[in-house]
């Protein structure tokens, strides 16, 4: 799981549950693997991107160190950065682990990569 | 994957797409029979050259099943796909073709898709500019839930939407799309032959029409 798609991810469908976001990491293998580096792609995707969401997760499965709190108004021009964006959202990859849920402590298994959030019908809100 | 600035032709494509595995038990109730090479390749190719909705794009996969258009989107420039199924077991063959393909721009999750339009799931939504899926018909026992990929796909996409369903419910689709004030078009009518791959199919081959539709959102944010 890259920390772009952990940026997508909440709890909020769970009953009683109201942001669910983000959601903890807890990562016990964590791996990075080259991909290639797209300036246009991680601009754009950024523009999407929870900053907060991504600099916390960054930082709780151990890449956050060169990532500021804030993203200033020029990190386009910045492009030592932006590779270092770039590593966060698509090279980190969790491989095993867990997702918890930052209200109800639910979590959510990371296993061979892929985030388990399944939940039983008695767990959903309608 | 390498950058490749000539898209690959489709022959090509598909003959790489035969190359992946498919379910070993396919289960009834998720109406999982695998789109074959050759049809993936039809649509991505068809997606990636007429409308450019591939090449440099985020593209999610609902329904990613054992992961043919999500490899194949891939293999013609997307940039980064999310796969995402309910069927835990899907996923380990997907997760094991993508090794296979060493593909490593591909997320999978499990996850309900039905869930995931639900507002709930803002985070979500808006995130990818295309979306790709072969939902299941929901025509069977689980009537309806080919509409519920559709919203999901729709919700989750800022673009584009690409999706296949059985022709006999196409007049459906089509309205379905104008009351959610999307534009569609059935780009092209398939024939899936399902060659057995379920076992409720008495015949040793069942041709079904397919349609494969394109639905757009009228106000986009595309900026590429």
């Known amino acids: 799981m890259k920390l772009l798609t952990h940026n997508m991810l909440t709890s909020s469908v769970i009953k009683g549950v109201t942001k669910g976001f983000p959601l903890k990491i807890v990562a016990s293998k964590v791996e990075v693997r080259e991909v290639d580096y797209n300036e246009p792609f991680i601009i754009k995707t950024l523009s999407k991107v929870d900053w907060p969401a991504l600099h916390q997760a960054a930082n709780e499965v151990g890449y956050g160190e060169d990532l500021p709190i804030e993203l200033g108004e020029d990190f386009q021009k910045d492009e030592t950065l932006l590779r270092k964006i770039h590593n966060a959202l698509l090279q980190v990859d969790i491989i095993e682990g867990e997702l918890v849920c930052p209200e109800s402590g639910r979590k959510f298994p990371i296993s061979n990569g892929i985030p388990n959030m399944l939940l039983s019908e008695h767990e959903v809100s309608s | ?224």
Request: overall charge negative.
């Open chain 2, 1 to 224: 994957m390498a950058n490749s600035v000539k898209v690959m032709k489709r022959k090509e494509l598909e003959a790489y797409l035969q190359d992946v595995e498919v379910f070993e038990n396919p289960k009834v109730k998720l109406e999982q029979y695998p789109t074959t090479p050759h049809i993936a390749a039809c649509m991505l190719h068809t997606i990636c050259c007429t409308y450019d909705d591939l090449t440099d794009k985020s593209v999610v996969d609902l329904g990613v099943g054992c992961g043919v258009l999500s490899i194949g989107a891939t293999m013609l420039g997307a940039r980064y796909v999310l796969g995402v199924d309910i069927d835990e077991d899907a996923l380990d063959t997907c997760s094991r073709n993508l090794q296979d393909f060493e593909i490593h721009t591909v997320d999978l999750l499990a996850a309900d898709v039905r869930h995931l339009a639900n507002p709930l799931n803002c985070h979500l939504h808006k995130r990818f500019d295309t979306a790709v899926l072969n939902p299941p018909f929901g025509t069977k026992h689980n009537q309806g839930i080919d509409i519920e990929f559709l919203k999901a796909a729709l919700a989750l996409s800022r673009h584009c939407v690409y999706s296949l369903h059985k022709t006999s419910t196409r007049e459906h689709i089509l309205k379905k799309a104008s009351d959610w004030g999307v534009e569609a078009k059935v780009i092209a009518e398939l024939r899936f032959d399902l060659a057995n791959t379920l076992k409720f199919h008495k015949k040793t081959a069942v041709d079904i029409e397919v349609d494969f539709i394109r639905l757009q959102h009228k106000t986009d944010g595309r900026t590429v």
